[in-house]
């Protein structure tokens, strides 16, 4: 048997960057724990890994103990990061911020236009922690949307002023395809397509490899 293995496989960089952190923090942490606020990634193996370097998982921030936390790739709730850093204030833990940059980057664009009353719609999968913690910065209200009947179901009030983000790894076509549909019921619509390079890359290469097998 054949095995195509894509040239992009593996660790995404801004993933990457979050284990190299982590990594790190477990060397220097003087005797301190070391705990991440949920799952760094979501790559079982990985967490196995770090799990053997003594890295702990809190699942809430009042379930940190003291010593460093390292805040997820995914990023956290502003509310969750504000109370980390009164902590840290008071000397009680350390923070290395693992946030990946393009994960950052939409908190931005939120942070741009949710205060000049733009409502955010975010599409993205419930429950996922990129998307909860982006909601986190639309000061005038959000909702997350995963498919073509989700955004049908948006009201008229919704979609009077609008912006339309993306979860960093969302499915490019999809992105496509409800902006579109969108554009034609909303009023005042901005679009900011913020599904990070690496995802549709991989994705491009996945349609690639698929048409060859």
């Not at 840290?88 to 205060?115: D, M, Y």
């Not at 913020?194 to 698929?210: F, G, K, L, V, Y």
Request: proline share 3%; hydrophobic share 40%.
């Amino acid at each position: 048997m054949k095995v195509i293995v894509a040239k992009t496989a593996g660790f995404c960089w801004g993933v990457k960057r979050a284990m190299d952190a982590v990594l790190e923090a477990s060397v220097r942490n003087d005797g301190r724990a070391v705990q991440t606020l949920g799952p760094l990634i979501h790559n079982p193996q990985a967490l196995d890994l770090i799990g053997k370097r003594g890295v702990a998982v809190a699942e809430a921030p009042d379930k940190l103990g003291g010593g460093t936390v390292v805040i997820r790739a995914h990023g956290i709730p502003i509310q969750d990061l504000r109370g980390l850093k009164e902590r840290a204030a008071r000397g009680e833990l350390k923070i290395v911020n693992a946030t990946c940059p393009e994960v950052a980057k939409v908190h931005s664009k939120i942070k741009k236009w949710s205060p000049k009353g733009y409502f955010t719609v975010i599409l993205g999968s419930h429950g996922h922690a990129e998307s909860v913690a982006h909601r986190s910065f639309a000061e005038h209200g959000s909702i997350i949307v995963s498919s073509q009947a989700e955004a049908d179901a948006l009201t008229e009030e919704q979609l009077r002023k609008v912006l339309i983000v993306a979860q960093t790894t969302f499915t490019v076509k999809d992105f496509e395809e409800i902006s579109e549909y969108l554009r034609s019921r909303a009023v005042d619509m901005v679009a900011e397509n913020t599904i990070c390079e690496d995802t549709w890359r991989r994705q491009a290469e996945a349609r690639e490899i698929a048409a060859k097998v």
